[in-house]
């Protein structure tokens, strides 16, 4: 079982920034990508970035340019840099970690922490 636990949301105005992050404990060795999802009131969830074992990351084009993801492996805890905020950018955000393989998917979500971004 891998636990996950965000943190560092909050009210923020817009052009602000905010760092998220997201600990992992328990199995984390079979993790080969971590990332951030997010969720509006009446919106679906999205994927906002990304990274995996190797390094390899991705963004969502609405946020290119101004988040970035970055992991510490020691401490198993992955970040989340926002700049520049937009007050679409409010949401909640969810730390997710999974293993991705041909025959083998699973997924493991984190409670959520709030992003508040007043125009």
């Known amino acids: 079982q891998v636990q996950l636990v965000e943190s560092g949301g909050g009210l923020v105005q817009a052009g602000g920034s905010l760092r998220l992050s997201c600990a992992a404990s328990?199995?984390?060795?079979?993790?080969?990508?971590m990332g951030w999802y997010r969720q509006a009131p009446g919106k679906q969830r999205e994927l906002v970035a990304a990274?995996?074992?190797?390094?390899?990351?991705n963004y969502a084009d609405s946020v290119k340019g101004r988040f970035s993801i970055s992991r510490d492996n020691a401490n198993n805890t992955v970040y989340l840099q926002m700049n520049s905020l937009k007050p679409e950018d409010t949401a909640v955000y969810y730390c997710?970690?999974?293993?991705?393989?041909?025959?083998?998917?699973?997924?493991?979500w984190g409670k959520g922490t709030l992003v508040t971004v007043s125009s």
């Open positions: 328990g199995s984390v060795a079979s993790i080969n990508v």
């Open positions: 997710n970690a999974a293993r991705r393989s041909p025959g083998y998917i699973r997924d493991y």
């Open positions: 990274i995996t074992s190797g390094g390899s990351t």
